[in-house]
């Protein structure tokens, strides 16, 4: 649940070991303007966790011809239960030479 309240920009809920002088004092800063300012793209890496957002991609047509653009589906399934929004999808490819026409 922190993970979803500090990627929306709100702060995370403390520990319940955590000093209540230093839990007051964290929550000042995580609502300080500068905080609520600044933005920060996150880049999260899926093969080590069980994924949150399913992706699966595919090309549209079964063969393509060399030297012509082609179309690459790209399906999402978010299986988390809190809302998600995404700003920027990459696609990269496993031979890298490819990749600067994604």
Not at 8 to 33: H, R
Not at 46 to 73: T, Y
Request: hydrophobic share 40%; glycine share 2%.
């Amino acid at each position: 649940m922190n993970l979803i309240r500090v990627m929306s920009g709100d702060p995370p809920e403390p520990e319940p070991e955590c000093v209540p002088e230093a839990v007051e004092e964290a929550k000042l800063l995580w609502t300080s303007e500068d905080m609520q300012t600044a933005t920060q793209p996150f880049t999260i890496e899926l093969q080590n966790l069980v994924p949150f957002v399913e992706c699966k991609a595919g090309f549209a047509l079964a063969s393509n011809p060399p030297d012509k653009h082609m179309v690459l589906d790209v399906y999402l399934c978010v299986r988390c239960p809190f809302p998600i929004r995404f700003s920027k999808l990459s696609v990269l490819l496993s031979n890298p030479a490819y990749n600067k026409h994604c």
